[in-house]
């Protein structure tokens, strides 16, 4: 695979924007399913006492609504370079998720 040492950085040297975001978010995303509540559940022991948590390249903040569900009073902070993930990851109503 001659082609995979050049792949990753072709792919991701700039943030998802426009359609690529909206593409992953609305089409791809979703064949993940519970996945990031597995994730949380996964992660409870080592996070458990945890007040704050940091996600890096938090895409559309699924990880970060899920975080807050499974740990209420979290405080979750969703570092995205992509404006397009980060308006996403901006729902009203999370008010614990900070981008």
Known sequence: MRWASWLDP????RPFTGRSAHRYAELERPGFGDL?????????????????IVD???????????????FPGMQVIEIEPSPDY??????????????
């Open 10 to 13: 072709w792919l991701y040297r």
């Open 36 to 52: 990031d509540e597995r994730l949380c559940r996964a992660w409870e022991a080592d996070l458990a006492g945890a007040r704050r």
């Open 56 to 70: 890096l390249g938090a895409g559309p903040g699924t990880v970060g609504r899920s975080l807050c569900r499974q």
């Open 86 to 99: 980060a308006a996403a990851a901006r729902e009203p109503g999370d008010r614990t998720v900070r981008v």
